[in-house]
């Protein structure tokens, strides 16, 4: 099992940057694939982003796709979303999840969420 803890959220101008962290507890984090998804009001939750557990693949939603990485310290058990050029239609909270299978539907293991807001 593992615990997650989101933090880096924010308010930030149109065309910023953010970076959202998620530490990890637990001695298996290696074993998990990281995502990190997002719901804004009235919106269905979906994935931005994904990472392999060693790191060496990721995927991105076509809306952060050229905007958006994500990367990951085993070594740290962190994970990271390095957020540029945003846009209002970013605004959301950002959840971390990690699963034990990177193609997972539904990850199994969620942080509580951390607010990021664009304004225009």
């Known amino acids: 099992q593992v615990q997650l803890v989101e933090s880096g959220g924010g308010l930030v101008q149109a065309g910023g940057s953010l970076r959202l962290s998620c530490a990890a507890s637990?001695?298996?984090?290696?074993?998990?694939?990281m995502a990190w998804f997002r719901q804004a009001p009235g919106k269905e939750r979906y994935s931005v982003a994904r990472?392999?557990?060693?790191?060496?693949?990721?995927d991105y939603a076509d809306s952060v796709k050229g905007r958006f990485t994500i990367s990951r310290d085993n070594g740290k058990k962190e994970v990271y979303l390095q957020m540029n050029s945003l846009k209002p239609e970013d605004t959301a909270v950002y959840y971390c999840?990690?699963?034990?299978?990177?193609?997972?539907?539904?990850?199994?293991?969620w942080g509580q969420g951390t607010q990021v807001t664009v304004s225009s």
């Open positions: 999840a990690a699963d034990l299978h990177f193609a997972a539907t539904s990850y199994a293991y």
């Open positions: 990472i392999t557990r060693s790191g060496t693949i990721a």
């Open positions: 637990g001695r298996t984090f290696s074993s998990y694939a």
